[in-house]
């Protein structure tokens, strides 16, 4: 079974502050994502990762940065926390090839920026 | 701009029926589609996907149905129990800025009364 774990369930933080969400997948995955879902706006890709030391901007990255040093991990970086940052933050991998991108998702991080 | 749209932010149906759940998008080029499960307090988990040659996928008691003219996908689950209770998203695979990219509905709450 494919793992995909957050480093936090939730986080509390204050405006201005850097914030860190970690994820680690555990079967080998070339792809990484980070998304956010609010309500009535279901999932936006912010970053995502299809190598180590590669990321590409999703739809809304304003705001973020993202670290991939080791295959297995992809960091989201809030550098200066905002009240709209407010959300739910969901990591996801997936395998590389046709019809075999399913991906797999983290129980997701819940950021309140006070 | 949202490509991928679930008009129907919430359906309840009795146990023992069929739920329909609606899915439509706008970018013709989709080409992969796929529907997650969300319950509370976890991430979305893979439930059901269908490549844009076919126009039907059927796995148990959910099956997938493709109208590539309307730009419509659909979820039937028959018949309905009360652990399918949770939120059920599509998403469909699309060229991004760089490389595929998942682009996702906003979400139908699905409850299942006993």
């Known amino acids: 079974d494919v793992k995909v774990t957050q480093s936090s369930r939730y986080l509390v933080k204050r405006t201005g502050e850097k914030v860190f969400l970690e994820c680690v997948q555990d079967m080998d995955h070339e792809n990484m994502f980070w998304y956010r879902q609010d309500p009535g706006l279901g999932l936006r890709l912010i970053y995502f990762?299809?190598?180590?030391?590669?990321?590409e901007k999703g739809d809304i990255p304003e705001g973020y940065s993202v670290s991939r040093e080791k295959k297995e991990r992809f960091s989201l970086i809030l550098e200066s926390a905002s009240t709209n940052q407010t959300s739910m933050y969901l990591c996801a991998s997936s395998l590389t090839g046709a019809n075999k991108e399913t991906q797999y998702f983290g129980p997701g991080t819940r950021l309140l920026v006070l | 701009d949202q490509q991928v749209k679930q008009n129907s932010p919430s359906l309840s149906v009795q146990e023992g029926r069929i739920s329909i759940l609606n899915c439509d998008y706008t970018?013709?080029?989709?080409?992969?589609f796929l529907w997650y499960k969300k319950y509370p307090a976890e991430g979305p988990t893979f439930l059901i996907s269908?490549?844009?040659?076919?126009d039907k996928n059927e796995d148990g008691r959910f099956t997938v149905f493709l109208n590539k003219s309307a730009k419509h996908l659909s979820l039937h689950i028959v018949p309905s129990q009360p652990g399918d209770s949770a939120v059920y998203f599509c998403?469909?695979?699309?060229?991004?800025?760089?490389?595929?990219?998942?682009?996702f509905g906003t979400g139908t709450s699905l409850t299942v009364i006993p």
């Open positions: 990762s299809y190598d180590v030391k590669m990321k």
């Open positions: 998403a469909a695979r699309g060229k991004g800025n760089t490389g595929n990219q998942f682009y």
């Open positions: 269908i490549s844009s040659i076919k």
């Open positions: 970018n013709s080029m989709f080409d992969y």
